[in-house]
């Protein structure tokens, strides 16, 4: 009995010792401590730093930090970098980089301006650690971006060029933490130092945006079943990156910034592995950053005397000041509303991942001291309260402003109705790809799963042949869960596959079906008697595929739409879908239409707020259709938008098309589209 007193005595001992014990106390924080605070409206960032500070070794002292704690802490640090890269919308920012080049400069050069003499004549701090400092207000993190996109006014101008800005802000500040880094050391900023750091850049860029991206392409591409081995070699990416970063003479976390800008166009936002790759950071290694960052947070300061609350009040109102600045310029520039000037400031005020990243280089180099770092867990606090209520406030009058983007009226419209998608099962091989393409384009808010239907024929075998069916789906439905995509799986009997196909569509009132390429016995027809009895019995949107690569590997989406395409009732889901496909995989769309079809395009999207990077080329000349291949490589993806036989469109100009595409771009992703 006092053997085993003895041995509890041992593990209880504070602080814990016991790596399993300190790994579990620790998963037990990550878990229960946002369930608690969230009910009083605690942003869950905060709730796991001052967890932190309740268990570290300035509170009671659960825990010491030891290399154990150190490691996973710097798992985390990098990995918020990795997403913050890896997260950014490329073709948002395209469309507004000179709008978000412009609020980018505000939103870096005025907090900088501003803190810096703050920081070296009213705090007295000297020049590196000041300039450090007041690099730190021009990041931001988008903590109240979620606001936004629930609230359905995330595709407003506004909001876009706060996202962009994000990249200039973020990598500006990155690159001077290296200077004062280099300012730092011995030496200083010699000569050799800024030829050194700019050779040294020069081939880590040249590596990390000309390597890297082939190199992942080639692994996506030939390790494309191994679905598990995707989510290592990222990591292996982060990490090696980091460790380049480090020999460029610069900090480990721009390593994995540019990390995740590398991969940014190669992993889609709805897939399965950006589906891991959030999960494992937001589970585990990011809420164990904040975990170990509040344990370096020393409340004995704090409360010692006057100059850490001096400090921790200066930084907070300078921060705060900047970002409103900034976002007030912005408004004059670009002649936006109140409620816009307030989203800016809301979504740019806000400091997290960067700014904890900065400082704790910083705090780590003794370039700064433990108010600054006190300092900046409690300006952490104050405008992540500050950034969640203004975005709120203006969100709520952009919404009153945009009546046409409010949910909810738009929900009470005769248009309105959850979007449902239809994926028959025809051919076993590609059927992931077109799973994964479905996931795609599926509309976020719709509730209703993608529906995958197997038609069986009415005989003798058809309870053999429906068994058969959901056996080989079942893996499917795997693939589905793990981007988080809900599917069902429904077997129907017919003698007519399509008519099966066309009445489950019915049932289900479904509005796309999404098909592999037909498959046709004569070498002149490429959509055969079958795929045309299937499109001529739904009248539904009906996509057919033609996978050739991994969907994250396309550069480009070249479209070809043939005149009076704006007059088919699916014009406008189509126009979704295409920006859907370009927002996922980043990448622009080149289109290929006459004048009055592109002024319908520019019309639905400005109607819908969409934005995409459109490069429009007039075209005319359908009789010579592969004049548009001159540009393209097997890396773009083709687009030809058909309508049925009944329609308006001249059925003479494009139905030998599919045969021409398929003839001249064998090794291209090609989608034909048929309008409803």
Not at 109 to 131: E, H, K, Q, R
Not at 491 to 499: F, G, L, M, P, S
Not at 615 to 628: M, S, T, Y
Request: aromatic share 10%; glycine share 6%; hydrophobic share 50%.
């Amino acid at each position: 009995m006092n053997e085993f007193l003895d041995i509890l005595h041992h593990e209880f001992t504070l602080p814990f010792s016991n790596p399993v014990l300190v790994f579990s106390l620790i998963l037990v924080i990550i878990l229960v401590s946002p369930i608690i605070f969230r009910r009083i409206n605690i942003p869950g960032i905060i709730v796991l730093i001052i967890s932190g500070i309740i268990i570290g070794p300035y509170g009671v002292g659960l825990l010491e930090q030891n290399t154990a704690i150190d490691l996973f802490s710097k798992i985390g640090l990098l990995y918020i970098m990795f997403i913050a890269g890896l997260e950014l919308d490329m073709n948002q920012f395209k469309v507004n980089r000179n709008k978000s080049f412009l609020f980018g400069f505000f939103t870096f050069f005025l907090p900088l301006a501003i803190g810096f003499p703050v920081c070296y004549y009213f705090l007295g701090y000297d020049f590196n650690a000041s300039f450090l400092t007041a690099s730190m207000f021009a990041t931001h993190t988008l903590i109240a971006y979620p606001i936004v996109s629930k609230m359905g006014v995330a595709k407003n101008e506004a909001i876009a060029i706060t996202v962009g800005g994000t990249i200039l802000t973020d990598t500006a500040v990155l690159i001077i933490l290296a200077v004062i880094m280099g300012n730092a050391e011995e030496g200083g900023l010699t000569a050799d130092f800024w030829i050194r750091l700019v050779v040294s850049l020069t081939i880590f860029v040249g590596i990390m945006f000309y390597l890297v991206p082939k190199l992942a392409k080639w692994f996506f591409t030939r390790m494309e079943k191994e679905k598990h081995a995707h989510y290592i070699f990222v990591l292996a990416v982060v990490f090696l990156s980091a460790f380049l970063a480090e020999l460029a003479g610069v900090e480990d976390i721009i390593g994995a910034f540019l990390a995740g800008l590398a991969l940014n166009r190669l992993i889609p936002h709805s897939s399965a592995l950006m589906n891991r790759i959030e999960f494992m950071g937001n589970s585990l290694f990011i809420p164990f950053f904040l975990i170990s960052v509040g344990m370096l947070v020393d409340i004995s300061v704090i409360l010692s005397g006057y100059m850490a609350i001096v400090v921790a009040v200066t930084l907070s109102v300078v921060a705060l000041a900047g970002k409103w600045l900034a976002a007030f310029f912005t408004q004059l520039a670009f002649k936006y509303s109140n409620a816009q000037r307030k989203v800016i400031f809301g979504l740019s005020s806000g400091h997290a991942a960067a700014t904890l990243a900065v400082i704790l280089v910083g705090y780590n180099a003794d370039i700064i001291d433990t108010n600054i770092l006190n300092g900046t867990i409690i300006l952490i606090l104050i405008t992540s309260i500050v950034a969640t209520f203004a975005t709120e406030k203006a969100a709520i009058k952009l919404v009153a402003e945009n009546k046409e983007l409010n949910p909810e009226e738009i929900k009470q419209t005769e248009s309105y109705k959850m979007e449902s998608i239809l994926l028959p099962l025809a051919n076993i091989e590609n059927f992931d790809k077109l799973l994964e393409f479905s996931t795609l384009i599926k509309d976020k808010s719709s509730i209703n799963p993608i529906s995958i239907v197997s038609v069986v024929p009415n005989d003798e075998q058809a309870e053999l042949n429906i068994a058969e069916a959901k056996n080989k789906l079942e893996e499917f439905v795997k693939q589905a869960s793990a981007s988080e995509t809900d599917v069902e799986i429904t077997t129907t009997i017919d003698q007519d596959v399509a008519e099966g196909i066309a009445r489950k569509s019915r049932e289900l009132i479904a509005d796309i079906i999404v098909m592999g390429w037909p498959t046709s016995s004569s070498p002149d027809v490429v959509i055969g008697e079958k795929m045309q009895d299937i499109i001529d019995h739904t009248k539904k949107t009906v996509f057919l595929c033609d996978v050739k690569r991994p969907w994250g590997t396309n550069e480009a989406l070249v479209v070809a739409v043939p005149p009076h395409t704006e007059s088919l009732e699916g014009f406008e889901l189509w126009i979704k879908k295409m920006i859907i496909i370009a927002e996922e995989l980043s990448i622009p769309i080149t289109l290929y239409a006459n004048v009055v079809t592109w002024n319908a395009i520019e019309k639905v999207i400005d109607d819908l707020n969409l934005r995409a990077p459109f490069d429009f080329k007039e075209f005319d000349d359908w009789e010579d259709f592969l004049i548009i291949s001159q540009n393209i490589k097997p890396e773009h993806m083709i687009m030809l938008v058909m309508g049925r036989k009944e329609t308006i469109i001249d059925q003479s100009l494009i139905k030998n098309i599919p045969r021409k595409m398929e003839k001249y771009f064998a090794e291209n992703t090609k989608i034909i589209v048929y309008l409803q």
